[in-house]
């Protein structure tokens, strides 16, 4: 007869097993979701208020002499702010076409700078108005057209007035639309049988988990596939926000926002020791996107450097593959349709 184990080392032994080893179980989807929507309503507060700070510092630049660095980085802060945000392209964001008015990327065609060509043909007046924006192209009602006005030799003031004004409406409407009585995240938490969209609270949770999955293939084949090309043809212009420098910055709060719904959303609905093992890959991946040491667009262009790209893109590849292998089955949960589906 094999000798009785003790308890705290059958403990131990059931903790090192992986997820998929462990009798799991079903976690509190109602209090997930509580929790889920305090980081969201934080995010997209976040970007409520840069967008309002973007909007009265594009007066303040066009019409009050404010410094073009002081600017810039309340650009910056801006499209920092709604980085994370690019993960949930549904609910709000999906109804309102916010994910193409806010950060209109990849642009294959150049509509941007089509886009702002015939805009800036408008008269000051019409410029200047938010509400005259929003009957343009997309292409020019976010962030890449301010970011071609302000780094280009295209006339800059009044239209960055006009574009940031509609942004930080859209910036409120969308917080509105979640967040306000009758929001979305009421709909959210009346999951049942007679809910339109979410039929139990666990749905909630596969959307947003899917969401997570989503913004991880956007990172490695997009935001980095794109511009790395191949060896012998990269593509350094395909980056996101190249001409401001801050493709990898985008990333990087990206990963910051997964971390954050990771830890504080679903944190305390699964085990640690898998909730602190995959936090360790999101950070050792925030790691390598700081050593890369050079703009993405300059790193993708030199062999010797593009290296450091390629091994950023096997590394968010690779934290893909830990959420699905130690975060889903904690959560009862697979991927659902997501909008990289469609591309």
């Not at 009785?4 to 403990?11: K, Y």
């Not at 934080?42 to 404010?66: H, N, P, T």
């Not at 239209?159 to 967040?179: C, K, M, P, Q, Y």
């Not at 709060?253 to 640690?272: K, P, R, V, Y």
Request: glycine share 6%; net charge negative.
């Amino acid at each position: 007869m094999f000798p009785r184990l003790a308890a705290p080392l059958i403990a131990g032994l059931l903790l090192a097993l992986p997820a998929s080893a462990q009798k799991l179980v079903a976690p509190d989807h109602a209090a997930l979701r509580e929790d889920s929507l305090v980081v969201l309503e934080s995010q997209f507060d976040a970007f409520r208020v840069a967008a309002s700070e973007l909007a009265a510092a594009s007066q303040a630049y066009c019409d009050d002499g404010l410094a073009q660095d002081a600017y810039l980085e309340s650009f910056r802060r801006t499209w920092l702010a709604w980085a994370p945000l690019d993960a949930y392209q549904f609910g709000p964001i999906e109804q309102q076409g916010a994910a193409l008015t806010v950060a209109f990327w990849p642009d294959k065609k150049d509509f941007v700078g089509r886009g702002l060509k015939l805009l800036l043909q408008q008269p000051p007046e019409t410029l200047r108005d938010a509400a005259a924006i929003a009957e343009h192209s997309a292409a020019v009602q976010g962030l890449p057209a301010i970011e071609r006005l302000l780094l280009s030799d295209l006339e800059t003031c009044p239209a960055v007035i006009g574009i940031s004004a509609h942004l930080e409406r859209t910036a409120n409407s969308l917080h509105d639309a979640w967040f306000l009585p009758g929001g979305y995240s009421d709909l959210v938490r009346s999951a049942g049988p007679e809910n339109p969209v979410f039929l139990s609270d666990a749905e909630f949770t596969k959307i947003l988990y899917t969401a997570i999955d989503f913004e991880l293939t956007r990172i490695s084949e997009t935001r980095l596939g794109r511009p790395l090309g191949s060896f012998d043809k990269p593509r350094p212009r395909q980056a996101e926000a190249w001409r401001s420098g801050l493709s990898l910055d985008i990333i990087d709060a990206q990963l910051a926002g997964i971390d954050l719904l990771l830890n504080e959303g679903f944190g305390n609905h699964l085990f640690s020791p898998n909730k602190s093992w995959v936090r360790g890959v999101i950070e050792d991946t925030r790691e390598r996107v700081d050593r890369m040491g050079l703009p993405l667009d300059v790193a993708v262009s030199e062999p010797a450097t593009r290296v450091r790209a390629e091994a950023l893109q096997t590394k968010v590849r690779h934290l893909q593959l830990q959420f699905a292998q130690d975060v889903g089955p904690e959560l009862g949960v697979e991927t659902g349709f997501s909008a990289a589906d469609g591309d």
